[in-house]
């Protein structure tokens, strides 16, 4: 794999923030992507560099890239998975509206008046 190119999977893979498998994952599809990619325009007749500048620029911005692949990865991620996450998180906030709520009722003074 060419510098370029081992270069911009790596800033792809790193900027989706995956799980490592999925990142194998995504490191290995890429690289399979820029290699077939190479081979196609070198078998029309371009040069190595010509393929190389011309894979690199066609890809467009890694940045773009990342959150879209990580946004597909974390879509195919097992249903229970899901259901876990959101459990954690509803409780998480159960929890903290509960401790703010005994913390008010615990720590405020009460201020009588008279109307």
């Not at 994952?25 to 690289?31: H, I, S, T, Y």
């Not at 393929?51 to 946004?71: C, H, M, N, Q, V």
């Amino acid at each position: 794999m060419p510098e370029i190119l081992s270069d911009l999977t790596d800033r792809v893979v790193r900027g989706t923030w995956l799980w490592p498998s999925e990142k194998r994952d995504v490191r290995k599809e890429l690289e399979s992507h820029f290699r077939e990619g190479i081979f196609e325009l070198t078998q029309e007749g371009k040069s190595l560099d010509e393929s190389i500048a011309l894979l690199r620029d066609e890809f467009g911005d890694p940045d773009l890239a990342a959150k879209l692949i990580r946004r597909g990865k974390k879509r195919g991620r097992p249903m229970l998975w899901k259901a876990l996450v959101s459990i954690a998180l509803v409780t998480v906030i159960v929890l903290g509206a509960g401790a703010g709520y005994v913390a008010y009722v615990t720590l405020a003074s009460p201020t009588p008046s008279v109307a």
